[in-house]
């Protein structure tokens, strides 16, 4: 048994989005995750983009505005098997550009323990990594504030518009990185992922983003605390998803990213006597 968890920052209503949109519900049918982090959720007049993407599944949700401009909102939002029993909504540091950047943070009701889950989506400029550096400061802190609360190891996840050796990713792995507070966290895919590829989520082999001519990156992740001493969390497996096309349509500009978590504690080793 494992706790299966989905990220995927779903472009909005950008290019051909109800076919899109027939996409990414088919990748949630094959993976039929437990939890899934969204991003850039297209919000407006009463229309929730993570309802209609979710519309026939069993599923709560809870969602946090993430990006404004006039009358454009973009939202960060958690789909969960199980209850979302709290809720609270962190503003990170931002610019004076309307590029508001936020976490959703969700306690979640699972059969096998509280789990504390945090999906967010920072700065996206390529020159804009000290702002950066300041939200996932915040985001550490927000972990070390939640961490006694739940069972299970914390999980973060999203779009963090960084490359794994950022110093905003090396500050939330516990690496060296600038003077801060600092969590760590495991990047599931350096535990458990692919050692073949580099799990690249931005990539050149997407037709939408071929024009930018820029190199493939790996911008979405899900980290994990520490498994506990039984085993709970330890990650299982992890690999990038949402990376097919069908009749030249993919399912968004980003790949999604998939893990699966360990949620039954370990046996102990039977004793036995050496002669």
Same mark, same amino acid.
């Given at each position: 048994?494992?706790?299966?968890?989905?990220?995927?920052?779903?472009?909005?209503?950008?290019?051909?989005?109800?076919?899109?949109?027939?996409?990414?519900?088919?990748?949630?049918?094959?993976?039929?995750?437990?939890?899934?982090?969204?991003?850039?959720?297209?919000?407006?007049?009463?229309?929730?983009?993570?309802?209609?993407?979710?519309?026939?599944?069993?599923?709560?949700?809870?969602?946090?505005?993430?990006?404004?401009?006039?009358?454009?909102?973009?939202?960060?939002?958690?789909?969960?098997?199980?209850?979302?029993?709290?809720?609270?909504?962190?503003?990170?540091?931002?610019?004076?550009?309307?590029?508001?950047?936020?976490?959703?943070?969700?306690?979640?009701?699972?059969?096998?323990?509280?789990?504390?889950?945090?999906?967010?989506?920072?700065?996206?400029?390529?020159?804009?990594?000290?702002?950066?550096?300041?939200?996932?400061?915040?985001? *550490?802190?927000?972990?070390?504030?939640?961490?006694?609360?739940?069972?299970?190891?914390?999980?973060?996840?999203?779009?963090?518009?960084?490359?794994?050796?950022?110093?905003?990713?090396?500050?939330?792995?516990?690496?060296?990185?600038?003077?801060?507070?600092?969590?760590?966290?495991?990047?599931?895919?350096? +535990?458990?992922?692919?050692?073949?590829?580099?799990?690249?989520?931005?990539?050149?082999?997407?037709?939408?983003?071929?024009?930018?001519?820029?190199?493939?990156?790996? $911008?979405?992740?899900? $980290?994990?605390?520490?498994?506990?001493?039984?085993?709970?969390?330890?990650?299982?497996?992890?690999?990038? +998803? *949402?990376?097919?096309?069908?009749?030249?349509?993919?399912?968004?500009?980003?790949?999604? +990213?998939?893990?699966?978590?360990?949620?039954?504690?370990?046996?102990?080793?039977?004793?036995?006597?050496?002669?």
């Amino acid at each position: 048994m494992s706790l299966k968890i989905l990220t995927l920052n779903v472009w909005n209503h950008g290019g051909p989005y109800q076919k899109r949109l027939e996409l990414i519900r088919g990748w949630i049918r094959q993976l039929q995750p437990d939890v899934i982090g969204f991003q850039e959720i297209f919000v407006k007049d009463g229309y929730n983009q993570a309802k209609e993407i979710m519309e026939g599944h069993d599923y709560y949700l809870e969602e946090v505005q993430s990006f404004q401009w006039d009358d454009f909102v973009l939202s960060n939002a958690v789909a969960s098997r199980w209850p979302i029993t709290s809720s609270e909504k962190h503003y990170l540091p931002r610019s004076d550009e309307p590029d508001i950047r936020a976490a959703l943070c969700v306690s979640i009701g699972a059969p096998f323990g509280s789990i504390g889950f945090i999906v967010t989506h920072l700065h996206w400029k390529p020159t804009g990594s000290q702002l950066r550096v300041t939200q996932a400061r915040e985001l *550490c802190a927000l972990i070390e504030k939640e961490k006694d609360r739940h069972a299970f190891p914390p999980i973060l996840v999203g779009d963090f518009n960084a490359v794994p050796d950022s110093d905003e990713i090396r500050l939330i792995k516990g690496l060296p990185a600038p003077k801060g507070k600092s969590y760590p966290l495991l990047d599931a895919w350096e +535990v458990a992922g692919d050692p073949k590829t580099a799990g690249a989520t931005f990539s050149n082999r997407n037709a939408y983003l071929q024009k930018e001519s820029s190199p493939d990156r790996r $911008f979405d992740y899900i $980290f994990v605390g520490s498994a506990t001493p039984d085993g709970l969390g330890k990650v299982e497996t992890c690999r990038v +998803v *949402c990376d097919q096309e069908q009749a030249g349509v993919w399912p968004s500009d980003h790949f999604g +990213v998939y893990a699966e978590l360990r949620i039954d504690p370990f046996t102990a080793p039977t004793a036995t006597t050496v002669r």
